[in-house]
């Protein structure tokens, strides 16, 4: 069975579910001899999409005329492509959006679905968690009563962001980017009085997440920890840039608040100091960064080893990385949750078929070959991403 097209579609709108929302999501179509087609995702976030279009075209030569069977070779080819650069961040989205489409062509051809082929299922339903809406203390209680109130059991929030983005002039987008890593009095006051609004809100049963987004340098993401510490965090994401190691052991050394990352490691080699050295209690890779659904099985199996729960991360991406990313949990025994915004579901269901199938916090997977999911091109087509399409 032989790939004779790859074919890249973006689109970007607005959609007017709970509270208005942007969204650009990327998909890629594998196309085969056979007629099989296989779809993927590269979608992330502030231009990244454009970068890893560019990588796919140029990939485009080495996989035509490949035989789609060889999910495994193929995965090495085009990560030792870029010899000399390295293929971290850029060519490993590239590659994730290729590997998941192979895994939908694999189960088309074998009429079972992917977590049949990853080993099958170690549960029936995939547990979630959400995001209340991003906003003042009691904007974000009011609604992670709603969400709760629906079945959500964990929620979470950067109770920092408005603030970071408020200081930098870059008004209500997600553009948050790491310059000295400080964070105002002001500030860290209102973080709390987020989080103090949500616990008292949704009361003590229900999980609180928090992610600083790799925003703080060491002093102020421990004085932010051990600040939210009283809280009862299921996590704290990403308290420092992710390229500093040391700087995550010197943090996880002086907090009591279980340590997650992982969003932006790419490929099982990055997780390995992670596990190595203890420096997370939990691990959040992206299947449609870190190398796709074959690296993600992988990195779960390694953390599986250490006894360290994969809670895969969601946004900003869109639904073909969400049912990828579940299509392995189905499988991965050391499992915590996947993440998903709630508000963004109407969304999601605008691009594929048949809709993503939640109830009470968990996503249900079907037993349809392949992913189960369809892209809807003719509304991906009618919404095209001015960016690079
Ligand atoms: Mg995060």
């Given at each position: 069975?032989?790939?004779?097209?790859?074919?890249?579609?973006?689109?970007?709108?607005?959609?007017?579910?709970?509270?208005?929302?942007?969204?650009?999501?990327?998909?890629?179509?594998?196309?085969?001899?056979?007629?099989?087609?296989?779809?993927?995702?590269?979608?992330?976030?502030?231009?990244?999409?454009?970068?890893?279009?560019?990588?796919?075209?140029?990939?485009?030569?080495?996989?035509?005329?490949?035989?789609?069977?060889?999910?495994?070779?193929?995965?090495?080819?085009?990560?030792?492509?870029?010899?000399?650069?390295?293929?971290?961040?850029?060519?490993?989205?590239?590659?994730?959006?290729?590997?998941?489409?192979?895994?939908?062509?694999?189960?088309?051809?074998?009429?079972?679905?992917?977590?049949?082929?990853?080993?099958?299922?170690?549960?029936?339903?995939?547990?979630?968690?959400?995001?209340p809406?991003?906003?003042?203390p009691?904007?974000v209680a009011?609604?992670s009563v709603?969400?709760?109130?629906?079945?959500?059991?964990?929620l979470?929030t950067?109770p920092?962001?408005?603030?970071?983005?408020?200081?930098?002039?870059?008004?209500?987008?997600?553009?948050?980017?790491?310059?000295?890593?400080?964070?105002?009095?002001?500030?860290?006051?209102?973080?709390?009085?987020v989080v103090r609004a949500m616990r008292e809100a949704v009361?003590?049963?229900i999980?609180i997440?928090?992610?600083?987004?790799?925003?703080?340098?060491?002093?102020?993401?421990?004085?932010?920890?051990?600040?939210?510490?009283?809280y009862?965090?299921?996590?704290?994401?990403?308290?420092?840039?992710?390229?500093?190691?040391?700087?995550?052991?010197?943090?996880?050394?002086?907090?009591?608040?279980?340590?997650?990352?992982?969003?932006?490691?790419?490929?099982?080699?990055?997780?390995?100091?992670?596990?190595?050295?203890?420096?997370?209690?939990?691990?959040?890779?992206?299947?449609?960064?870190?190398?796709?659904?074959?690296?993600?099985?992988?990195?779960?199996?390694?953390?599986?080893?250490?006894?360290?729960?994969?809670?895969?991360?969601?946004?900003?991406?869109?639904?073909?990385?969400?049912?990828?990313?579940?299509?392995?949990?189905?499988?991965?025994?050391?499992?915590?949750?996947?993440?998903?915004?709630?508000?963004?579901?109407?969304?999601?269901?605008?691009?594929?078929?048949?809709?993503?199938?939640?109830?009470?916090?968990?996503?249900?997977?079907?037993?349809?070959?392949?992913?189960?999911?369809?892209?809807?091109?003719?509304?991906?087509?009618?919404?095209?991403?001015?960016?690079?399409?």
């Open positions: 069975m032989r790939i004779t097209d790859v074919k890249l579609l973006g689109t970007s709108f607005d959609c007017a579910d709970h509270g208005g929302h942007s969204h650009r999501w990327a998909f890629l179509q594998l196309e085969t001899d056979e007629g099989l087609t296989g779809v993927g995702e590269w979608s992330c976030s502030l231009g990244g999409i454009a970068l890893v279009a560019k990588t796919l075209q140029l990939l485009r030569a080495d996989l035509v005329g490949e035989d789609a069977n060889d999910i495994e070779r193929l995965w090495h080819k085009m990560y030792r492509h870029y010899f000399s650069l390295g293929p971290r961040g850029v060519v490993t989205a590239a590659i994730s959006s290729v590997d998941i489409a192979l895994w939908d062509i694999k189960g088309k051809a074998l009429n079972r679905p992917v977590y049949d082929l990853l080993g099958g299922r170690v549960r029936d339903r995939v547990l979630l968690y959400s995001h809406q991003a906003g003042t009691e904007e009011e609604d709603k969400q709760v109130a629906e079945g959500w059991t964990a979470k950067d920092f962001r408005s603030e970071v983005r408020k200081r930098m002039g870059v008004g209500p987008g997600f553009e948050i980017r790491y310059m000295e890593g400080a964070l105002s009095a002001e500030a860290e006051e209102t973080a709390e009085a009361g003590p049963k999980e997440l928090i992610d600083a987004h790799g925003n703080f340098n060491v002093p102020t993401a421990v004085r932010l920890a051990r600040r939210l510490t009283p009862k965090l299921t996590w704290f994401e990403e308290p420092c840039p992710p390229e500093s190691f040391d700087a995550l052991r010197q943090i996880r050394e002086s907090v009591e608040v279980p340590i997650c990352v992982g969003e932006r490691l790419f490929t099982r080699f990055d997780f390995v100091p992670i596990f190595r050295d203890r420096l997370a209690d939990y691990i959040m890779p992206d299947v449609v960064l870190t190398g796709g659904i074959s690296e993600l099985k992988k990195i779960a199996t390694m953390a599986e080893s250490y006894y360290i729960p994969v809670s895969p991360h969601n946004p900003p991406g869109g639904p073909v990385q969400v049912t990828a990313a579940a299509h392995v949990m189905m499988t991965v025994p050391n499992f915590y949750r996947q993440e998903f915004a709630r508000n963004y579901l109407d969304a999601h269901n605008s691009v594929i078929t048949p809709a993503l199938d939640i109830r009470n916090g968990c996503l249900f997977l079907s037993n349809r070959p392949g992913l189960g999911v369809e892209l809807d091109t003719d509304f991906i087509k009618a919404h095209p991403d001015p960016d690079w399409c």
